[in-house]
């Protein structure tokens, strides 16, 4: 059996978990770079970004996708 990791997948995440996830892995700055959304770069917080993130579907797939494509 390979040693190939499994692809992500968003099944059973909650959406602060993965935002969570990614903030631990790339930090704030980082992840404003990559998905400019104000939540990101101004004062960001989980609570702020959670928030407009559940109203505002393509900066959630943005999220989402960068999740998905997040190295182990």
């Given at each position: 059996m390979s040693n190939q990791q499994l692809p992500r997948t968003l099944d059973g995440i909650t959406l602060e978990a993965l935002l969570t996830q990614l903030v631990a892995h790339y930090g704030w700055e980082k992840m404003g770079a990559m998905v400019d959304i104000k939540c990101f770069t101004i004062d960001p917080s989980i609570k702020s970004s959670l928030k407009f993130l559940r109203k505002t579907?393509?900066?959630?797939?943005k999220v989402e996708e960068l999740y998905l494509n997040m190295p182990a």
């Amino acid at each position: 059996m390979s040693n190939q990791q499994l692809p992500r997948t968003l099944d059973g995440i909650t959406l602060e978990a993965l935002l969570t996830q990614l903030v631990a892995h790339y930090g704030w700055e980082k992840m404003g770079a990559m998905v400019d959304i104000k939540c990101f770069t101004i004062d960001p917080s989980i609570k702020s970004s959670l928030k407009f993130l559940r109203k505002t579907p393509w900066a959630r797939n943005k999220v989402e996708e960068l999740y998905l494509n997040m190295p182990a």
